[in-house]
T-cell receptor, first 116, second 113 residues
Framework: GAVVSQHPSWVICKSGTSVKIECRSL??????MFWYRQFPKQSLMLMAT?????????EQGVEKDKFLINHASLTLSTLTVTSAHPEDSSFYIC????????????FGPGTRLTVL | AQTVTQSQPEMSVQEAETVTLSCTYD???????LFWYKQPPSRQMILVIR??????QNATENRFSVNFQKAAKSFSLKISDSQLGDTAMYFC??????????FGGGTRLMVKP
């Protein structure tokens, strides 16, 4: 299998607080993980690419100081939304690619963030 | 930059019938991968089928098959014997080798009993 988990599955926080979302590959090692954002009834938009042991690469328009990404091991990447505001409310999805694989990405179940 | 276009925002099909979802893409690359992902109401992204551009043979996975026309840059998904559980958003996606996925806007498929 190729299972990717995310925690939490949903979170509600107050404006101005920070929220951390974890993405784990449960049964494989992932050198590369990706973070996406999905607004209601829209497609997935790539936010950043996370490589184990190095700095994440952010897509144009994504604030790296607001969306902190850490990929400390081959099975774990975290996304921290700092000083969250209501406009950050969204569905965040991670995906992971297997070590030594160049194609298929396996997706986590997503995290719904609501900022009050 | 690559772009992926799904021209059908919504489609419906009767249970047990066949439906085809369209996808076109734009790229100057010669080696790449194409995918169809399914996102049911649970919002879990599920890989339906993948196609490697260098392979001429169309990929098939049980009731799901693709019509890959490389020259036309077209990659349609055919679902045979549609089932109620096929109701979902379907996303076409493009990936250069070793690179990131670019998704189309999605097609919402409703399978009617």
């Amino acid at each position: 299998g190729a299972v990717v988990s995310q925690h939490p599955s949903w979170v509600i926080c107050k404006s101005g607080t920070s929220v951390k979302i974890e993405c784990r590959s449960l049964d494989f090692q992932a050198t590369t993980m990706f973070w996406y954002r999905q607004f209601p009834k829209q497609s997935l938009m790539l936010m950043a690419t996370s490589n184990e042991g190095s700095k994440a690469t952010y897509e144009q328009g994504v604030e790296k100081d607001k969306f902190l990404i850490n990929h400390a091991s081959l099975t774990l990447s975290t996304l921290t939304v700092t000083s969250a505001h209501p406009e950050d409310s969204s569905f965040y999805i991670c995906s992971a690619k297997r070590l030594m694989s160049t194609d298929t990405q396996y997706f986590g179940p997503g995290t719904r963030l609501t900022v009050l | 930059a690559q772009t992926v276009t799904q021209s059908q925002p919504e489609m419906s099909v009767q249970e047990a019938e066949t439906v085809t979802l369209s996808c076109t893409y734009d790229t100057s690359e010669n080696n790449y991968y194409l995918f169809w992902y399914k996102q049911p109401p649970s919002r879990q992204m599920i890989l339906v089928i993948r196609q490697e551009a260098y392979k001429q043979q169309n990929a098939t996975e049980n009731r799901f098959s693709v019509n890959f026309q490389k020259a036309a840059k077209s990659f349609s998904l055919k679902i045979s014997d549609s089932q109620l559980g096929d109701t979902a958003m379907y996303f076409c996606a493009f990936m250069r080798r070793g690179n990131m996925l670019t998704f189309g806007g999605g097609t919402r498929l409703m399978v009617k009993p």
